[in-house]
């Protein structure tokens, strides 16, 4: 699996392209920029098949109706976050547009569910506490996991926006210390990292790793 980020809006979000040898593609968080994104797509002459939303935040999603006219693809995104994601409370000051809608959301997500996309196969994994309706795409074959805002190289998200809650956003990093060391993160802003060396380096990870249940 070839993953190349693309970093996007005022928030440096990281909308990622993942595509493998024949050219077929996924889109995580189109965030914003669709233009960018598009562009990127057509001249890779790559061939979408889904679009992944990891959360609702405006960060993630301002670019996706765009997107998906673009490629008429199925959208995949947790029903929790996609209620609030298009309306007035998805505001995030200093920045204030709501992000367009897309004419349907056909996956609604859920934890436990497996997925098969363009020969890969990934498992939806619930992980809220950044927002309610946040999850992860993981992908055990090829040791990655597309993370979201849950966790970041040396940091975690914020749990001060609507819906976020701390308790809850410790049993989400909880669950992501199980994975193997090796998983690679693609995280939602900044650079990609491992399991292994957020176990290290990362205070919020390390703590959670090695407290005992
Ligand atoms: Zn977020
Ligand atoms: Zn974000």
């Not at 077929?24 to 979408?48: F, K, M, T, W, Y």
């Given at each position: 699996m070839n993953v190349h980020p693309i970093m996007v809006g005022a928030f440096a979000s990281n909308c990622f392209i993942a595509h493998n040898e024949q050219r077929e593609a996924l889109i995580i968080d189109?965030?914003?920029d669709a233009d960018v994104i598009i562009q990127h797509v057509r001249r890779e002459e790559l061939s979408v098949a889904a679009i992944l939303i990891t959360h609702g935040h405006v960060d993630h999603v301002s670019a996706l109706a765009a997107v998906h006219r673009a490629f008429p693809v199925p959208i995949a995104m947790h029903p929790v976050d996609a209620d609030w994601?298009?309306?007035?409370?998805n505001q995030m000051p200093p920045y204030y547009g709501v992000p367009d809608a897309p004419e349907q959301i056909e996956r609604e997500l859920s934890e436990g569910q497996t997925w098969t996309d363009i020969g890969y196969t990934y498992q939806v994994l619930e992980l809220p506490?950044?927002?309610?309706?946040h999850v992860g795409f993981y992908f055990p074959e090829q040791h990655a996991?597309?993370?979201?805002?849950?966790?970041?190289?040396?940091s975690v998200g914020r749990?001060?926006?609507?819906?976020?809650?701390g308790r809850v956003l410790t049993q989400s990093l909880k669950r992501l210390a199980e994975?193997?060391?090796?998983t690679i993160i693609y995280c939602g802003h900044g650079p990609s990292t491992t399991i292994r060396d957020e176990k290290r380096q990362n205070p919020y990870l390390s703590y959670v790793a090695n407290r005992k249940p």
């Amino acid at each position: 699996m070839n993953v190349h980020p693309i970093m996007v809006g005022a928030f440096a979000s990281n909308c990622f392209i993942a595509h493998n040898e024949q050219r077929e593609a996924l889109i995580i968080d189109p965030g914003d920029d669709a233009d960018v994104i598009i562009q990127h797509v057509r001249r890779e002459e790559l061939s979408v098949a889904a679009i992944l939303i990891t959360h609702g935040h405006v960060d993630h999603v301002s670019a996706l109706a765009a997107v998906h006219r673009a490629f008429p693809v199925p959208i995949a995104m947790h029903p929790v976050d996609a209620d609030w994601a298009f309306s007035e409370s998805n505001q995030m000051p200093p920045y204030y547009g709501v992000p367009d809608a897309p004419e349907q959301i056909e996956r609604e997500l859920s934890e436990g569910q497996t997925w098969t996309d363009i020969g890969y196969t990934y498992q939806v994994l619930e992980l809220p506490g950044h927002s309610p309706g946040h999850v992860g795409f993981y992908f055990p074959e090829q040791h990655a996991l597309f993370s979201g805002d849950v966790v970041f190289q040396g940091s975690v998200g914020r749990t001060d926006l609507p819906g976020g809650d701390g308790r809850v956003l410790t049993q989400s990093l909880k669950r992501l210390a199980e994975l193997p060391d090796e998983t690679i993160i693609y995280c939602g802003h900044g650079p990609s990292t491992t399991i292994r060396d957020e176990k290290r380096q990362n205070p919020y990870l390390s703590y959670v790793a090695n407290r005992k249940p």
